[in-house]
């Protein structure tokens, strides 16, 4: 039963995106490459918000770098077995966005800048988790 509830809420949240995700998946512990960033890319704004919490946790620079700005308030990253971690990554993403984006202002790099977040991606973001929360 788990297993459906899942596959059915990654259909919600990917609409015509399932193929993307499914090439998308990946070990967790291999390192990202261009490519992976791109077919998170396809998925939209969450596949964007995905780039960018596996980019800052990819370094101690990183997290470094990103804890100094949010003042210590990390993102939980995603994961293709719970759905709910969509759930997760977005509730705290959304209070953190000023700091998202002060941290593309200063860190960006050529693989990152692609994923920056517009103000149209934050509003869809924003109503996919307003819409998740009414299934939890």
């Given at each position: 039963m788990g297993h459906i509830i899942n596959l059915s809420a990654q259909s919600f949240l990917f609409i015509n995106q399932a193929d993307a995700l499914d090439e998308s998946k990946s070990d967790s512990e291999s390192p990202i490459t261009l490519s992976d960033m791109e077919k998170y890319r396809k998925l939209g704004p969450l596949g964007k918000l995905h780039n960018f919490v596996?980019?800052?946790?990819?370094?101690?620079?990183?997290?470094?770098?990103?804890?100094?700005?949010?003042?210590?308030?990390?993102?939980?990253?995603?994961?293709?077995?719970?759905?709910?971690?969509?759930e997760k990554m977005l509730r705290e993403a959304i209070p953190l966005q000023k700091c998202i984006d002060r941290y593309f202002d200063q860190y960006s790099d050529e693989y990152l800048c692609k994923d920056r977040l517009s103000d149209e991606d934050w509003v869809n973001l924003t109503k996919v988790n307003s819409i998740i929360k009414l299934y939890k």
């Open positions: 596996v980019y800052i946790g990819r370094t101690p620079q990183r997290k470094q770098q990103w804890k100094l700005i949010s003042r210590g308030k990390l993102i939980s990253r995603d994961n293709g077995t719970r759905w709910n971690s969509w």
